[in-house]
C-alpha cells in the first residue's frame, strides 16, 4: 500500500492538484502503451489503444480533496477559513492542518465548539503552529496514512483510492479490448468541472465513474460487502445496460458485490454538457466511512472487489447494440 500513502498524504486540494498529478504521471510514464496528456484545466487523461475503437469508453476518477483556504487574519496572526469542497464544521474540529508545501501549520481552534452545526466554518479559526497565514494559502489535513489487516485509513480517500487502483491497473496493462481513455479529473468538489471538460473534448459513449461513497442511513452501502455498482444516488441514475454489464461481470469472476440506492451526495456520473451524446454511465463505489474527514476509512476487501471489477471490465471489453 505503498503508492496508495503516498497518492493520500498528498495535498491536492480542489483546483490545485498539480502534485497529485505529477504524482500519477510518474507511476504510469514508464508504461510506453500508455498516451498521456494534460488539458488546459489540468485533467490527466490516459489513452491505451484496444482491439476495438467502438465505443469509446471512459473511466473518471477525480483526484482532488477537499481543503481548505485562509480568507481573513487577525491581529493575532490567526485564520479564518473557507472550505474548498463539502467539509462538515465538526469535522474540522481540534484537527491539525498544513499547507499546500508543508512550510505552514496550524491547529483547528473554536470557542463556541458544543452548539457547531454543519456548515458554522464562521465560528472556526486556526491558530499558527508554524509558518506565517497569508490570505490565498490553501490547507489540508496533516493525517498520516494508516494501514491495518483489515482498514486503510487517512485522507483524501476520495477520491485517492480509486486513483490507486485505476494506476495499478495501468502501470501494468499491455492492451484493452476496448481502446479507453483514463481521466484522472480535477476540480470535482467544487463544481465537477475536470469532468465536464473531459467529456466535452472526449466524447466518450460509455462513461465509467470510479468513487467512494459513504455508508450511513442514506445509503445502502456496507463496508465490508463488496464493490458497489451504482443504481441512482441522489441525482444520477446509472444506465440500466452498464448495471446489468457489472453485476455479470462481478457473478462471472467470482467477484463479491452489492447494489448502491444512495439519498446521500452525487459524483461526476452526473455531468453533461451541450454536446452530450446520450453515453451509457454507471457509478463504481468504494464504501467508506468518515467521507470528507482527516481519517475516511476504507476496507480492504471492498478495495480489492473493485480493482478486479474495472480489471474484469477492461479484459472482457464492452459492446453497445
Known amino acids: 500500500m505503498h503508492a496508495l500513502k503516498k497518492l493520500s498524504e498528498i495535498i491536492g486540494v480542489s483546483g490545485y492538484e498539480e502534485f497529485v498529478s505529477k504524482e500519477i504521471e510518474d507511476i504510469l510514464c514508464n508504461n510506453p502503451q500508455i498516451i498521456i ?4 484545466i489540468g485533467n490527466l487523461i490516459c489513452h491505451i489503444e484496444g482491439d ?16 481548505f483556504q485562509v480568507m481573513k487574519i487577525d491581529d493575532l496572526g490567526r485564520a479564518s477559513l473557507k472550505t474548498l469542497g463539502n467539509i462538515k464544521s465538526w469535522n474540522i474540529l481540534n484537527q491539525r492542518l498544513v499547507s499546500t508545501l508543508g512550510d505552514k501549520k496550524g491547529i483547528v481552534f473554536c470557542e463556541d465548539p458544543e452548539d457547531i452545526k454543519a456548515h458554522d466554518i464562521g465560528k472556526i479559526s486556526v491558530i499558527p503552529t508554524s509558518g506565517i497565514f497569508r490570505v490565498g494559502d490553501v490547507l489540508s489535513f496533516d493525517t498520516e496514512f ?8 487517512g485522507k483524501a480517500l ?18 484493452f479490448n476496448n481502446s479507453i481513455d483514463v481521466v484522472f479529473s480535477v476540480q470535482e468538489e467544487i463544481g465537477m468541472r475536470g469532468a ?11 462513461v465509467i465513474d ?19 455498482i451504482k443504481i441512482s444516488d441522489s441525482i444520477g441514475v446509472s444506465s440500466n445496460l452498464l448495471v446489468k454489464r457489472f453485476e455479470e461481470l462481478a457473478i462471472g469472476h467470482s467477484i463479491k458485490y452489492q447494489y448502491e440506492v444512495s439519498d446521500c451526495g452525487t459524483s461526476e456520473l452526473i455531468i453533461t454538457n451541450e454536446k452530450d451524446i446520450g453515453a451509457e454511465r454507471v457509478g463504481i463505489s468504494i464504501p467508506c466511512q468518515n467521507i470528507h474527514s482527516s481519517l475516511t476509512m476504507i476496507k480492504k476487501t471492498d478495495l480489492r472487489a473493485c480493482t478486479n471489477l474495472i480489471n474484469a471490465f477492461i479484459n472482457d471489453g464492452i459492446y453497445l447494440d
Open 37 to 40: 496528456k494534460r488539458d488546459r
Open 52 to 67: 476495438i475503437a467502438s465505443p469509446r469508453v471512459m473511466i473518471i476518477s477525480h483526484m482532488d480533496e477537499v481543503g
Open 146 to 153: 494508516i494501514d491495518t489487516d483489515d482498514f486503510v485509513i
Open 158 to 175: 476520495d477520491n485517492r483510492v480509486s486513483c490507486y487502483i485505476l494506476c495499478d491497473i495501468l502501470k501494468r496493462s499491455k492492451r
Open 196 to 206: 465536464r471538460v473531459a467529456i466535452t473534448e472526449l466524447m466518450p459513449d460509455v
Open 210 to 228: 470510479l468513487d467512494v461513497s459513504p455508508v450511513g442511513e442514506r445509503n445502502s452501502l456496507k463496508l465490508g460487502e463488496g464493490v458497489g
